[in-house]
C-alpha cells in the first residue's frame, strides 16, 4: 500500500473542497476515483506503468457517410500539414543551459529569481536551477501528450461520425510526434525528467475512464488542449533556445487543429443533448478548470530545490504571485472561456462561479476555428 507523504495530503484537502464547488453531485462522483487514484495513491508517481480501464463503445458506420464539411475540410488541412520531427527540426543544435543568449527561459521568467538565496547562486547554479524548471514543464508537457495520444484513439473509436474518424486518425499521428518530441528534447538535450503532476493525472484519468465520448473531448480537446496551448505559447514566447522555440511552433500549429476539431464536434454534438445532460458537462468544465486554474506548483522542482528553505505554502504564494503564472493563466484561459462559450457551455448560470474566479475578462476572446495557429503563436 502506498502511504501519502504529509506534502500530499495538504495538497489534496484544497483540492477536495474546490472539487465541490460545482454542487453537482454526480459530477463530484466521476471524479472520485481519479482524485483518489491521483491524490493520494498517487499511481502516476508509484507506478512504473498504469492500466486504466476504459469503458467507451467503439462505433462503427457502414454507410460511410461524408456529411461533415468542416470536418472534411480539417481532415485535408491536416494532411497537408504534416510534419516530421527527425528531419523538419535541427537536432544538431547544442542546447547549453549556461548561454545567456540562447536562455532556456529569462530570468525574470522565474519565480525564485526574487529570492536573496537566488541571488547568492553562482551563473552555472542558476542555469542548472534554469533547465530543471523547463525540464519540470516539458516534462507535464510530454505526460499530457501520452494522455493525447491515447484520448485521440479513444475518440476516433468512439467519434459516430466517418469524417470524425478519419480527422482523428491524423490526430493521432500528431499526438504520437508530440510525444517523440518533447521526450527526446527531454532525455536528449536537457538530460532530465519529472514525474507527472498529480492534478494532472486526475484529469487525464478521468477522462481516459469515462465511458462517454464528448466526455473526453471536452477534457482532451478543449481543456488539456486549452491548457497546453497556454504553456507551449508562453514558452514559445519566452524561450531563446532555438531548438525549443521551432519545436514549439511546430507542435502549436497541430494543436491548433485539435482544438478546432473539438468545437466542431461538441458544438454539434451538446445541441442534441437534453438540458440535464448539458448542464452536467457545463459543471464537469468547471471543475476541470478549478483543477487546472493555480495548480501547477511544481513540487518537485521545490523539493528538490528549495523544501530545505521555505514552507510548502510560502512555495505556492511564491508561484501564484509570479510574472511565470500570470502569464500562464492569462495564455490558458484566453483559449479556453471563448471556447467554452461557443459549444454553449457559458450559460447565465454557470457565468456566476466564473465571474468568481476572475475568468469571465477573457470571454470575448476568439474562439476556434477562427483563432488561427498564427493568433497562438503571435498573441501574448
Ligand atoms: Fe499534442
Ligand atoms: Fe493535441
Request: proline letters at 3%; one cysteine or more.
Amino acid at each position: 500500500m502506498i502511504i501519502p507523504s504529509i506534502g500530499t495530503l495538504l495538497d489534496t484537502v484544497p483540492l477536495m473542497r474546490d472539487a465541490s464547488k460545482s454542487g453537482n453531485l454526480t459530477v463530484l462522483r466521476s471524479l472520485l476515483g481519479p482524485a483518489y487514484r491521483g491524490l493520494i495513491q498517487q499511481r502516476g508517481k508509484a507506478e512504473a506503468t498504469t492500466v486504466m480501464p476504459v469503458r467507451h463503445g467503439a462505433h462503427f458506420d457502414w454507410h460511410y457517410l461524408r456529411d461533415h464539411t468542416e470536418l472534411a475540410r480539417l481532415y485535408e488541412a491536416a494532411k497537408k500539414g504534416q510534419w516530421n520531427a527527425t528531419t523538419d527540426l535541427d537536432w544538431s543544435i547544442d542546447v547549453d543551459p549556461e548561454d545567456d543568449r540562447r536562455a532556456l527561459v529569462p530570468t525574470e521568467f522565474v519565480p525564485v529569481a526574487k529570492l536573496q538565496s537566488w541571488k547568492r547562486l553562482t551563473p552555472r547554479e542558476q542555469s542548472q536551477q534554469k533547465l530543471a524548471l523547463t525540464a519540470w514543464f516539458l516534462s507535464q508537457f510530454l505526460h499530457g501528450e501520452q494522455g493525447a495520444l491515447y484520448a485521440a484513439c479513444q475518440v476516433t473509436e468512439a467519434v459516430p461520425w466517418l469524417d470524425g474518424k478519419l480527422y482523428g486518425s491524423t490526430q493521432v499521428v500528431d499526438e504520437g510526434r508530440h510525444v517523440e518530441v518533447f521526450h527526446a528534447y527531454l532525455t536528449t538535450k536537457l538530460e532530465k525528467k519529472y514525474d507527472i503532476n498529480d492534478n494532472l493525472y486526475v484529469v487525464v484519468d478521468a477522462l481516459m475512464t469515462d465511458s462517454r465520448w464528448d466526455m473526453k473531448f471536452l477534457g482532451m480537446q478543449i481543456m488539456i488542449e486549452g491548457l497546453a496551448l497556454g504553456a507551449f505559447g508562453m514558452f514559445q514566447q519566452t524561450t531563446m533556445e532555438p531548438l525549443l522555440k521551432k519545436l514549439l511552433t511546430y507542435v502549436i500549429t497541430d494543436e491548433a487543429r485539435h482544438v478546432h476539431y473539438g468545437v466542431l464536434a461538441l458544438e454539434e454534438h451538446l445541441k442534441v443533448l437534453s438540458e440535464k445532460e448539458r448542464r452536467e458537462r457545463e459543471d464537469w468544465t468547471f471543475e476541470v478548470c478549478l483543477f487546472l486554474r493555480n495548480r501547477f506548483f511544481a513540487h518537485e522542482f521545490y523539493d528538490e530545490y528549495y523544501a530545505h528553505q521555505m514552507s510548502r505554502m510560502a512555495w505556492d504564494q511564491l508561484i501564484l504571485g509570479s510574472q511565470m503564472m500570470a502569464m500562464f493563466r492569462r495564455t490558458m484561459f484566453k483559449r479556453v472561456i471563448p471556447n467554452l462559450k461557443r459549444i454553449g457551455l457559458l450559460s447565465d448560470r454557470i457565468r456566476p462561479k466564473y465571474a468568481e474566479l476572475g475568468l469571465l475578462q477573457y470571454e470575448t476572446g476568439k474562439a476556434a476555428p477562427d483563432l488561427t495557429a498564427q493568433d497562438l503563436i503571435e498573441d501574448r
